[in-house]
């Protein structure tokens, strides 16, 4: 952390040099993470990308990100129209994710946070919380999962006027539902609409709109 330019810088000095070279991610490189610091610094060093002769050949290698992870753990709350956004301020202004919040919210969006809280910033994930609650109820649902898939990870569901004072770091991925996502035997879903619009086979209820 914080040391993204100076790892892209060298990748990409290494690979000048006529080296092969591999810049490691967590999760998927192309979601918050280094592929963008590198096609960044590359254009700003002017350096020509391809295959030929005297261009710089850059492969983006995709990986499983924190949210897809966490979704597989905590159900399937992602299975409609969703918005992901950081809470950290330290590269976004905070009125530019505080405007964010509120136009995902107001959309209905499933919203998934990452970088709820850290020793420096303690006060922006209760924040995004209570502008969320404008528009939404404060029963609804949201999953809390740190370190996805990993040593030491967490799950928790909880309520969006709960979830404030949970114990969340940068390690966490907050999900918010939309009016849709329900709990269903410990499980955190947002329907996609099937069972509104079609009759459920072999039984079954359609649900109500």
Known sequence: MTRELDRADRA????????????????DPGIYAMAGVVFDLARAKGLALGDGPDRLR?????????????????????TH??????????????PVIEKRL??????????????PR???????FGEACRIVGRTRPSRTPVGL??????TGQTLRLTTLDQAPEADVGMQTLVVI???RTFIYENRMVTP??????YDPPDGGRRQEA
């Open 12 to 27: 990409l000095s290494l690979a000048l040099e006529g080296r092969k070279v591999a810049l490691i991610s967590g999760g």
């Open 58 to 78: 850059i492969e983006v290698v995709p990986g499983i990100p924190a949210l897809a992870a966490a979704a597989a753990l905590l159900g399937a709350p992602l």
């Open 81 to 94: 129209d969703f918005a992901s956004i950081s809470l950290s301020d330290r590269l976004t202004p905070w």
């Open 102 to 115: 509120a136009l995902a919210s107001e959309a209905d969006f499933v919203i998934v946070l990452y970088n």
């Open 118 to 124: 850290s020793k420096g910033r303690d006060w922006q």
């Open 145 to 150: 999962v740190t370190r996805a898939m990993r």
């Open 177 to 179: 539902g939309n009016s």
């Open 192 to 197: 996609r609409g099937y069972l509104d619009k």
